[in-house]
Structures are given as C-alpha cells and as structure tokens.
C-alpha cells in the first residue's frame, strides 16, 4: 500500500476530515477481531477462500451497524454491495474512525462500497399483444449475460446468460428457475435452456449442490431439489441428451444424503432423518445458524421473541428459506407467530417427492447408459422412499398428505404441498382420487388453491396461492386422469 501516515493524529477538539483519515496507514491497527473469522465449509471449493465469505463474515462488526441502523430499507441492499477496495482495508479504516463525532456511516458506506445496479428498462407492456407475445418479450430484459467476477463481490459469477425474478433480485434462484424454464421451453428458448442447464451443472460441480441462488450468503442452503425435473425438460426439448447429467444428479443426491450411513434410529443429520423404523427421509437444513445476511434485521428481531437459543431460530429461519416456503404455518408450532418457527423439526410431503423423482430420474438414466447395477440400486431408494413416505406422511383417514413432525412424532399441517407426490407421479391412483376431493373441499377457491387453510400474514398461507402451486395441482391432477380438477384450478 501507498497510504501515507499522518502525523501528528488529529486531536478529538479539532474538526476532522474524515476522507483524508481514510488515508491513514492500517498496518499499525490490531486485528485480533479479524482472526476470529471463520471461513465457509469445505462444500465451497469452486472459489478462493476470499472470496467463499458471506458478507456478515467479511465486515464484521461493520455489517451489523450498517443492518442494525437499517441503513438502507431493504436488508438485501448492503450484502449485495460490492467494495471499492479490499475489505480488509475497508474494515481497519471502519475501526479507526467510528467512534469519532463526526463519523457518518452513511457517507463511509458510499465511499467505499458500489451500490447494487438497479437496471432500468423502458419496456411498457403492449395490451393488446396475447399472453405469448408478453412473455416473449420479457425474456431479454429479465437475462443476465455472464460476468467476470467483481472481486470480494457476494454476486457469484456464472458461466452462461440466465434469468433473474427482476425487480430486487439480480440472481438467479433454484426452485424459482425450473418453473421460469418451463416458460422458456414454451416460448421456444432453446439456447436460453441451455445456458440454465449449464449453470446448474457448474454450480454442482463447483459447489457440491445448487445453492439457494448465485449468492456467497445461498450458499450453506439449496432449495428444492428439482434438477431432475430441469432434465426431464431438457431432454424432452432436445436440448441435451439427460444422460449428461447424470453424474450432477449423482452429485446431488449425495449432497442431501451426507451422513444418512452413519445416523441411529431417531437420529438426524443436516438434512437426513433415521426413522424409528429404519427408512430414511429428509428436511430442509442451512449449515449455517446465524441471521441471514438478506434479512439479517428481521430475524434478531424474530430471535428476541422465541424464548429459545438465538441460534436455532436462525437456523429454523434459514431452513424455513431453504424450502422456498419462506414463510408458512407449515413451519410454525405457533400458526401466528413466526418465532416458534421449527423448520428443522418437520419432514415435508413435498422435498421427499422431489428426493423420489431425483432417485428415479438416476435410476432411469443409469438404465439408458447400461448401467443396470446403479439403476437397481437406485429403483430400490425410491421404492423405499415412497413406502417410508405411505407410513409416516399419508393421512389414511382424511385421505390426503401431510408433513411429519419427526420430534414428536406425529402428522402435521395438511397444505398444498401434498399435491407434488402426483406430480412427480409418486401417488397411486386411489391416493390421487381422495387427495383430489380433500383439495376440493379444503383448498380450492375461484382464484385457484390457497397453499394452506391458514390465515396468519405469512406469504405461503391463506388466502395465498402461488403460481407453482397452481402449475404442479393442475399438472398432477391431470396425470392421474383428474382433468375436470384440473381445468377447475
């Protein structure tokens, strides 16, 4: 470093210039603080250590003044900020100068960090264009073309274009990208597909799994597992033979069963659960139990209010994020209150149905590659995985699905969830014919069905219904002949 050191150092009665304080040489400054940060685990390999840090652990005690005083309105904002200089710097020059009267955080944080993009477009929606021709249209100005890496940047660099939710969100999301794909295979983007496909594949490789989103603070979490299903799309629009991917698949599958060969009955491990009876199933799990750094405000708040361990409501929050039902009273002890949040407690009808299309999809790609031992051997996971499913999470006395509360050992919520077994194709036809007239009765309003019967403020209960849900009901109705359901929804 070229800085100069000041001398003499400004006297606290004197008015100071704080950007020529920032000049001042660090090396003189202790950083016993810093040593304290721990780097991401080992399942973080595509990146330099560096660059692995979330932005809570990068900046430390910064962070948390700058989300604490809610700097700016939206929690995301400053974790998606990239700096201007290595943040250790950053960090030495914060500790030097926050103290003194005259600090502004404010203008320290501008000084020295670039403010996330906000991409502007002039597009203006054309009523009297069809549905088709609308979404056509969007897709250019909802893709991001490929980026080198801003360094020390939580924005993960991909190799292919791909496409973002838009408004706040310039990543890409897991789950949320196979339903986008969809409508690209509709809109006849083969070459957008591709790109996708490549992403995802890369992010196994590099990652072990498909984080949340292409985000540093994604990655101790993935979302649902629907790769499987992206192949499914893949091959059937030709894209790319679904034989190609069957080593992700296989990557991704160890991801969600580390350390199930290891576990006792009752006993769970990241996102594996040893049943009393042996089988295994699974939950959703962040390896992580601190605030989020997105929403890291929002869930102190959520903490003081648990009456538990801060720690395990983080991780509650961040397993609760991991399933893309971020929130619902399918997680909550408490309906309306979201610090009894105990997402690690509950098996959920729809993550194993996923799992039970995973399993499946390897077992069928192994017996195109002539791999016969490999798809025996993974028939027999799914087969288990959906008697397991049939005992713990089918309600045989309302006729209908339901998550599992693996702690106390009984069923839990009935919710919209329950619909993914038919669209996965993991139900049998009497299964399908009941759950079709629980949904009837339970769900299904003229707006199409609510995710839960549950009215407590959160996003994925009652009254609401998301696009997903609709899609997956619709689809799963009609594969088990239920088209009059279907066309209803």
Not at 17 to 40: H, N, Q, R, S
Not at 45 to 53: H, W
Not at 152 to 172: D, K, N
Not at 367 to 391: I, M, P, W, Y
Request: aromatic share 12%.
């Amino acid at each position: 470093m070229l800085n100069q050191k000041l001398n003499p150092t400004p006297s606290e009665d004197l008015t100071i210039d704080v950007d020529l304080l920032y000049e001042t040489d660090p090396c003189e400054l202790k950083l016993d603080e810093m040593i304290e940060a721990e780097p991401e685990p080992e399942m973080i390999e595509g990146l330099p250590a560096s660059d692995a840090l979330t932005p809570a652990d990068r900046y430390l005690e910064l962070f948390e003044h700058v989300q604490s005083t809610k700097l700016f309105p939206d929690s995301k904002t400053f974790p998606d900020c990239a700096p201007k200089m290595d943040p250790l710097d950053i960090l030495i020059r914060y500790r030097k100068v926050r103290r003194h009267r005259d600090f502004d955080l404010r203008r320290f944080v501008e000084n020295h960090f670039w403010l996330p993009e906000t991409l502007s477009s002039e597009y203006v929606s054309n009523p009297e264009n069809s549905l088709k021709e609308h979404i056509d249209q969007l897709w250019p100005i909802l893709t991001r073309e490929p980026q080198d890496h801003i360094p020390w940047s939580s924005l993960l660099a991909l190799p292919q274009s791909y496409i973002v939710p838009g408004g706040r969100f310039s990543e890409t999301y897991y789950w949320d990208s196979y339903f986008t794909m969809l409508g690209l295979a509709e809109s006849g983007r083969e070459d957008l597909l591709k790109c996708m496909a490549d992403n995802f594949a890369w992010m196994i490789e590099n990652y072990g799994h498909i984080p949340n989103g292409n985000r540093t603070y994604y990655l101790s979490r993935s979302q649902p597992p629907v790769f499987a299903l992206m192949v499914e799309l893949f091959e059937e629009d030709g894209v790319r033979g679904a034989r190609r991917y069957l080593d992700h698949l296989k990557m991704e599958y160890a991801f969600w069963m580390d350390g199930a060969e290891s576990l006792a009955l009752n006993q769970a491990y990241r996102h594996v659960v040893r049943m009393p009876d042996g089988s295994l199933l699974n939950r959703y799990w962040d390896d992580r139990d601190t605030p989020r750094d997105e929403s890291w405000l929002e869930d102190v708040e959520t903490a003081k209010h648990s009456g538990r361990p801060p720690n395990e409501v983080y991780r509650d929050l961040r397993a609760g994020a991991a399933s893309g039902w971020d929130y619902s009273s399918r997680w909550l002890r408490d309906a309306g209150r979201l610090a009894s949040i105990r997402t690690t407690q509950f098996i959920p009808i729809d993550l194993n149905a996923f799992l039970y299309k995973l399993e499946s999809a390897i077992a069928n790609i192994s017996a195109l590659k002539g791999e016969r031992d490999t798809e025996a051997l993974f028939r027999q996971k799914a087969s288990d995985r959906r008697a397991a499913v049939n005992h713990y999470l089918w309600d045989d006395e309302n006729g209908c699905y339901r998550d599992y509360d693996w702690r106390r050992e009984e069923m839990a919520l009935f919710s919209a969830a329950s619909i993914v077994p038919l669209y996965v194709g993991m139900a049998n036809h009497e299964q399908a014919d009941r759950l079709a007239n629980v949904v009837r009765s339970r769900l299904l309003t003229p707006g199409g069905i609510m995710a839960t019967e549950y009215e407590t403020g959160e996003q994925w209960d009652k009254p609401n219904g998301w696009a997903p849900l609709q899609w997956m009901a619709i689809q799963g109705f009609k594969r088990y002949g239920d088209d009059m359901l279907g066309d209803e929804i």
